[in-house]
């Protein structure tokens, strides 16, 4: 199968960890969106919203956004629970991670670190910072009593976490405020068949 993306991209990353936790084997494909990848017409035949990561099955099918494809990779592993409210829990961090912290954390890094903080953007990525800042307490109260998100076990919901919550510094986000995300992000990076972000 495989794997369009930008190895920088933590929504991207997320699903070359999951792969790379579970053994599967892919060959990744780089894309530049800068560069216009994304707009030409072979790239929007597999993808009509012209968005990465894009995962492409070994008979020509296609799925994107990341969480669905992280959740169709892990589908049958010890990354996804087949019970439905062990699921639903997965998906209920998932959502949140889509909703409550990818817009703030993700588009907070985006403004600080690629587009080096212009000043017409400051304002928005202060705004940023309240919204990521709830996300990450909310992270917070959950790992101070639990090793994982979901419990005991890593599921496909610290996977999509991981990925921008690791380079949160980059967006101005300060993660020693938050000691549980520490103890947390060390576990992730402890799973075997763990790769780090390039």
Not at 9 to 17: A, E
Not at 110 to 118: A, R, T, V
Not at 144 to 156: C, I, K, P, S, V
Request: aromatic share 12%; charged share 20%.
């Amino acid at each position: 199968m495989k794997i369009y993306g930008d190895r920088q991209s933590g929504n991207c990353y997320k699903v070359q960890l999951m792969c790379d936790l579970l053994g599967l084997q892919y060959q990744w494909i780089d894309i530049d969106i800068l560069a216009g990848d994304t707009n030409n017409a072979e790239f929007l035949a597999k993808n009509p919203l012209g968005k990465i990561p894009l995962l492409e099955l070994d008979d020509g099918r296609c799925l994107s956004e990341s969480n669905a494809i992280i959740n169709y990779l892990a589908f049958g592993s010890e990354y996804l629970p087949d019970t439905p409210y062990e699921l639903a829990k997965v998906q209920q961090w998932q959502f949140f991670e889509q909703y409550s912290h990818e817009p703030f954390i993700a588009v907070a890094r985006f403004i600080n670190k690629y587009l080096g903080l212009p000043e017409d953007k400051k304002q928005e990525y202060l705004a940023k910072q309240v919204g990521g800042h709830k996300a990450l307490k909310t992270m917070e109260v959950t790992l101070q009593h639990n090793r994982f998100l979901t419990g005991a076990q890593a599921t496909a919901a610290d996977v999509c976490l991981y990925a921008y919550t690791h380079v949160a510094h980059e967006g101005g986000f300060d993660l020693t405020q938050y000691p549980a995300i520490q103890n947390w992000l060390v576990n992730v990076s402890g799973l075997k068949g763990f790769t780090a972000m390039v």
